[in-house]
C-alpha cells in the first residue's frame, strides 16, 4: 500500500529481521494517555512488517513527532483507580527505532535510557473468557446503571461515559502494531474492522462516509442485541440503553486517535445497529 | 401429535404455556397449572419412596401414558420443570425436551436482558423459535 | 473426581465461544470507578458488586448447567469441586482450587488464580483491605448455588491487589433448600 506520506529517506534497520521483546516497566509513562488534536504530521511508513506506533507516542512525554518502531505488542492497560495511577505502561520495543530527524537526539538517549531499564522479556497471551459471560455481565451493568440514574437521559450520559472510558483504552491496547493513520477515514476503517473484531467477533457490515466528517457503520446483526426480544404486547420497545455504551466505546476509540466526535445510533429491524460518527472539527 | 407445552419454574409459578391442535378447551387456564404442578409434586414424592432403588427426585420420573394422552417431562437442577402433552404415540421427547432448556430457554429467555428470571414469558424470539423447533419435528402433527 | 472435573471444564471452555478478556477487564474497571463515585462508603461499593454478582448468578446457573450437562452433586465437596473446575474454567478460562475444608465439611476455600478482572489492577492505599474488588464473583457464587438449592455465604478474605499472595474466596454452606410445596399440598 503506498503512503503518500512516507519519507523515502528515512531507513529501518531491523534486528536480525526478527522481534524482541523487551519489557520496561516505569520508565515511561505518564498516568494518563493524551490524545493529541490532529494526527502526526511526520508519519513513517517503512516496511510492510515494522510500523510506527502512533498511540505510544501519545503516552509517551516525549514529544508526539517521535516514532517508536515497534513491531510487538504493547501493553497499556487500565483501570482508573481513583486517585491514582492505573494505568501501567509496559513498552516492548525493538532495538533499532526509526525517528524522525526532529528528536534524533532524544531518542538516542532515550533509546539508551530504555535499554538500561529493561527487566525481562515478557510474551503476553491474549486471555479469553467466554462470550456468555461477558453477555450476563452486561445485562446486569446496564440494569445497575439505568436504576441507578434519575432518568434515562442521565442513564445514557452515564453509559456513554463508561463506554468512552473502555474505548479509549481498548484502542490503546489494539492498535500497537498497526502503522500510523494520516487519514480520518483509515482510524474509522481500524474501528470497522480491528476494534469491532475485538469486541464482537465481527466486523463491520457497511461504512459509508460523504468525506466531509460524517460516516455510518452498520452492524446489521449487533451482537448485545442478539437474544433480546420484547413481548410482543410492550408498548415500550425502547431497548437502546444496551447499544449506548457502544456509541461511547466509539468515541472513545476515535479520542483516543485524536478525532473529537459525536456518536448517535439508531436501532433498525431484528437486531441492526446503524452508528452515525460526526467529526467536530 | 403434540397437544401442549408447560413450563414451571421453582416456585410453582406456570412461566409459560402454549396450546396446539387441542380438542377440548381448558375451563380455567390458571387452576389447571396449579392442579399440574401439585400432580407433578406429589407423583415425584411417591416416585422417590416407593422405588426400590435409591431415584432422583429431579431425574427419576420421565413420563406417564392415558389412553389419551402422554406426559413428557424434564426438570432441570435449577428446578425448571419442561412438560409436554402428546398423544399417547408420541416416543420419548426428553432429549427434545432438554433441547428445548439449552438451546432455546437459555438463549432467549434467560440471555434477554428484557426478560427478568421468575417472571412469565413472553418474548417474541423465544416463542417463535419455540414454535419452529416443535412445529419441524415429525410427531408435531402425525 | 478433581480430573474428570478439569477434563470436564476444559473440554467446555473448549467449546464455547469466547471473547478477549481484556474488553471485560476494562468494563468491569470502569463499572467499579463508577460506583465508587456513586457511593461514598466502600462497604457499600462491596455489597452492590455482591448483589450485582447475585443477580448475574441467577442467570448464569442455566447457562452452566446447559452447557455442562453437570448432574446432581453427591455432597458439597462434589459441588465445590465442580465450581472450581468446571463454573471458573467455563466462563473465566482459569484454575481456581478448593482447599481449607472445615471439619463439617460445609465451610471452604476457593483460591482464584489469574483473575482477568484485576488485570493490570492497582488499588490505591485507601482501598486495600477495604474494597473487595471482585466481590461481584461472591455473589456469582451465591446466586448459582441458590438456584440449585443451596443457601451459601461467599467472602472474600485474601486478595493480590491488597497485597495478600493470593486471592481467596470463603464459600460457607449455610442451608440446603428443599422444593417448595405447592399451595394447599402442606
Not at chain 1, 171 to 176: G, P
Not at chain 3, 87 to 111: C, P, Q, S, Y
Request: hydrophobic residues 35%; aromatic residues 10%.
Amino acid at each position: 500500500m503506498s503512503d503518500p506520506l512516507s519519507n523515502p529517506t528515512i531507513n529501518t534497520t531491523n534486528v536480525g529481521g526478527q522481534t524482541t521483546t523487551q519489557n520496561i516497566i516505569g520508565g515511561i509513562g505518564s498516568g494518563k494517555s493524551n490524545s493529541v488534536g490532529t494526527p502526526y504530521t511526520t508519519p513513517l511508513q517503512t516496511s510492510a512488517h515494522t510500523a510506527a506506533n502512533s498511540l505510544s507516542a501519545t503516552n509517551s512525554p516525549i514529544p508526539t513527532h517521535h516514532m517508536i518502531n515497534s513491531n510487538s505488542s504493547n501493553n497499556l492497560s487500565g483501570m482508573a483507580t481513583p486517585g491514582g495511577p492505573g494505568l501501567q505502561q509496559q513498552q516492548q520495543q525493538q532495538q533499532q527505532s526509526t525517528i524522525s530527524s526532529n528528536n534524533l537526539g532524544l531518542l538516542g538517549q532515550q533509546s539508551q535510557q530504555q535499554q538500561q531499564t529493561i527487566l525481562s522479556p515478557i510474551t503476553t497471551q491474549p486471555k479469553s473468557i467466554s462470550a456468555s459471560c461477558f453477555e450476563f455481565f452486561y445485562i446486569e451493568m446496564i440494569d445497575c446503571i439505568m436504576k441507578s440514574s434519575s432518568d434515562k437521559q442521565h442513564a445514557h450520559k452515564k453509559l456513554d461515559k463508561l463506554g468512552f472510558k473502555v474505548g479509549h483504552r481498548l484502542v490503546e491496547r489494539l492498535s500497537l502494531d498497526t502503522a500510523l493513520f494520516p487519514e480520518l477515514l483509515d482510524s474509522v476503517k481500524f474501528i470497522c474492522k480491528v476494534f469491532w473484531a475485538m469486541v464482537f467477533k465481527k466486523t463491520i457490515d457497511g461504512l459509508k462516509t460523504n468525506h466531509k466528517g460524517v460516516f455510518v457503520l452498520t452492524d446489521s446483526k449487533f451482537q448485545w442485541l442478539q437474544h433480546l426480544s420484547f413481548d410482543s404486547s410492550a408498548s415500550n420497545k425502547d431497548c437502546s440503553e444496551y447499544v449506548q455504551f457502544t456509541a461511547g466505546l466509539i468515541k472513545g476509540a476515535m479520542s483516543n486517535f485524536g478525532f473529537k466526535c459525536i456518536v448517535t445510533f439508531d436501532i433498525q429491524q431484528v437486531s441492526t445497529c446503524v452508528f452515525t460518527i460526526k467529526i467536530e472539527s | 401429535m403434540i397437544y401442549n407445552i408447560y413450563i414451571f419454574n421453582k416456585d410453582g409459578t406456570c412461566i409459560y404455556n402454549e396450546d396446539w391442535n387441542k380438542k377440548k378447551q381448558s375451563q380455567n387456564q390458571s387452576e389447571d397449572q396449579k392442579l399440574l404442578f401439585g400432580m407433578l409434586y406429589s407423583l415425584k414424592a411417591f416416585i422417590t419412596s416407593s422405588s426400590p432403588k435409591k431415584i432422583d427426585d429431579k431425574t427419576g420420573f420421565h413420563c406417564y401414558k392415558t389412553s389419551t394422552y402422554k406426559l413428557h417431562y424434564y426438570e432441570t437442577l435449577s428446578c425448571i420443570k419442561f412438560i409436554i402433552m402428546s398423544d399417547p404415540n408420541v416416543p420419548d421427547l426428553r432429549d427434545d425436551l432438554k433441547k428445548i432448556y439449552s438451546q432455546i430457554f437459555v438463549e432467549y429467555v434467560i440471555k434477554n436482558p428484557i426478560y427478568k428470571p421468575g417472571t412469565t414469558v413472553k418474548c417474541d424470539t423465544f416463542i417463535n423459535q419455540l414454535n419452529l423447533y416443535l412445529k419441524q419435528m415429525p410427531s408435531f402433527s402425525s | 473426581m478433581s480430573k474428570k472435573y478439569d477434563k470436564l471444564g476444559n473440554d467446555v471452555f473448549n467449546k464455547v465461544e469466547k471473547i478477549n478478556s481484556e474488553l471485560f477487564t476494562l468494563t468491569y474497571g470502569a463499572l467499579v470507578t463508577q460506583l465508587i463515585k456513586d457511593y461514598e462508603d466502600i462497604e457499600q461499593v462491596n455489597i452492590k458488586l455482591e448483589q450485582m454478582g447475585y443477580n448475574i448468578g441467577i442467570r448464569l446457573i442455566e447457562e452452566f448447567l446447559a452447557k455442562s450437562g453437570i448432574g446432581r452433586c453427591s455432597d458439597f465437596i462434589e459441588t465445590a469441586e465442580v465450581i472450581a473446575k468446571v463454573g471458573f474454567k467455563m466462563f473465566l478460562g482459569i484454575n481456581a482450587h478448593v482447599g481449607d475444608w472445615d471439619a463439617d465439611r460445609k465451610e471452604f476455600h476457593l483460591t482464584i488464580e489469574d483473575n482477568p478482572l484485576i488485570d493490570f489492577v492497582e488499588l490505591p492505599e485507601q482501598y486495600k483491605h477495604k474494597l473487595y474488588y471482585s466481590n461481584i464473583l461472591c455473589g456469582v457464587i451465591r446466586g448459582a448455588l441458590e438456584m440449585v438449592q443451596m443457601k451459601v455465604k461467599c467472602t472474600f478474605v485474601k486478595c493480590t491487589l491488597s497485597d495478600d499472595t493470593t486471592s481467596e474466596i470463603k464459600v460457607v454452606l449455610e442451608e440446603v433448600l428443599s422444593d417448595m410445596i405447592p399451595v394447599g399440598y402442606d
